[in-house]
Every structure is written in structure tokens, then in C-alpha cells.
């Protein structure tokens, strides 16, 4: 199974600043990473696929890189709405797809 | 645009079998672009992946889960089914459904959830 560690756990950013969030495989998945967002009693939306790519509707103030086995997403300039968790997840080979823990990004 | 709406079964008794359906709205289920799956998270905690349905009936499991899950699909119906037998209260979660895109004949991302139920197990 390949372990996908997040950092830090929890992020304090003041709104207007950029949010950098991290997320390692425990092996290589090449570019098969997806991020997604959570606010409290929703269900997750997916941000970014293929590591880089926003999905339809994405603010493009978000964007995904790395490849292999690091990643990055992020927020250039952060909005009230952007105040939640993130999780990446590999979707490389054979399953389990397994998430990371997630990364509380919260007001300073 | 295609919606999923997972059913609300609410509380499950210990040792007891947990089932869910997923009903799939305004697409087709029998799609060669999808998969279809179910997604947990227990309460405060993260996204653990159950396992998915291809139209087909082609199924993938997690392998902590494995013994204990059946995913099912009903074409004509178009839903999809979850059972998760002998049930503790380690199985407590919010249950979201979500179809997972089919690129080159493989599982992806999740890029469309379910708004997800809760299932508590106690007696």
C-alpha cells in the first residue's frame, strides 16, 4: 500500500497571503495525484488531477506540481473561501487509492 | 450534470450488516468513462477508500476491508450498492459514494461525490 504523508497537519495563513501544503508518496506514482478541498459537513470537491491540472470550475489562484514522489499545491492569494482541509490522494496502479491525513488550512 | 445521493440506513447495530445504495442521476451508470465507488471518513478524521464497481460488474476492494464488503450495481435501476458485514463501532463514519473517472481503463480521481450519510453503529 502506498502511504501518502501530508505537512504540516495544520497551516495558519492570513487571508491575501500564499498557502503552500505538501504531500509525499511512499513511492513513486508519477503524476497520479489529485487534491481536494473540504469545508465542515460537506463532501470533498476535487481541485486538482494529474498532479497539475484544476478541474472545471477551479479558481486558478490554486495550482498543483511535482511529480514522483513530492507535491505541492498552492493558493496564491488566499480568500475567506479557502479556509478548509486538504487531502491529496494517489491513484497510481493498484488499489487501495489511499488519501493523505489532510492539512487544516486556517486563519491567522 | 451527473448527481450521486447516497441513502440513509442512520444506525446499524453491532455484528450487523451496513447497506447503502447510491443512486445515479441525470448520466447513465453504464458509462465507459467511469467507475463508481464508495469513500468513508470517520467522524474527525480523514478519507479512507472502500472500494469500486465498474458497470460491468467489475469490482475493486481495499484489501483491510476486503472479508467484509460487497459493492453491487443495478443497471436498470441506476444505482449502485455498498454491504459492509460484522459491523463495529470502527465503522462509524460519514459513507459518501462518488464516481471515480475511467482514463485508460484505470480508476482515477473521485471527481464527483455524493453529499455522503452518516452511519452509526451501536446498539
Known amino acids: 500500500e502506498i502511504v501518502m504523508t501530508q505537512s504540516p497537519g495544520t497551516l495558519s495563513v492570513s487571508p491575501g497571503e500564499r498557502a503552500t501544503l505538501s504531500c509525499r508518496a511512499s513511492?513513486?506514482?508519477?503524476?497520479?495525484l489529485a487534491w481536494y478541498q473540504q469545508k465542515p459537513g460537506q463532501a470533498p470537491r476535487l481541485l486538482i488531477y494529474?498532479?497539475?491540472t484544476r478541474a472545471t470550475g477551479v479558481p486558478a489562484r490554486f495550482s498543483g506540481s511535482g511529480s514522483g514522489t513530492e507535491f505541492t499545491l498552492t493558493i496564491s492569494s488566499l480568500q475567506s473561501e479557502d479556509f478548509a482541509v486538504y487531502y491529496c490522494?494517489?491513484?497510481?496502479?493498484?488499489?487501495?487509492?489511499?488519501f493523505g491525513q489532510g492539512t487544516k488550512l486556517e486563519t491567522k | 450534470q451527473l448527481q450521486l445521493q447516497e441513502s440513509a440506513p442512520g444506525l446499524v447495530e453491532p455484528s450487523e450488516t451496513l447497506s447503502l445504495t447510491c443512486e445515479v442521476s441525470?448520466?447513465?451508470?453504464?458509462?465507459?468513462?467511469?467507475?463508481w465507488g464508495w469513500i468513508r471518513q470517520p467522524p474527525g478524521k480523514g478519507l479512507e477508500w472502500i472500494g469500486n464497481?465498474?458497470?460491468?460488474?467489475?469490482?475493486s476492494y481495499n484489501p483491510s476491508l476486503k472479508s467484509r464488503v460487497t459493492i453491487s450495481v443495478d443497471t436498470s435501476k441506476n444505482q449502485f450498492s455498498l454491504k459492509l458485514n460484522s459491523v463495529t463501532d470502527a465503522d462509524t463514519a460519514v459513507y459518501y459514494c462518488?464516481?471515480?473517472?475511467?482514463?485508460?481503463?484505470?480508476?482515477?480521481?473521485?471527481?464527483?461525490w455524493g453529499k455522503g450519510t452518516t452511519v452509526i453503529v451501536s446498539s
Open positions: 441525470d448520466d447513465s451508470i453504464v458509462s465507459v468513462h467511469s467507475y
Open positions: 462518488a464516481r471515480q473517472a475511467r482514463i485508460a481503463a484505470t480508476p482515477q480521481y473521485m471527481d464527483v
Open positions: 494529474g498532479a497539475s
Open positions: 490522494q494517489h491513484y497510481n496502479n493498484w488499489p487501495p487509492w489511499t
Open positions: 513511492q513513486n506514482i508519477n503524476s497520479n
Open positions: 464497481i465498474y458497470y460491468s460488474g467489475t469490482t
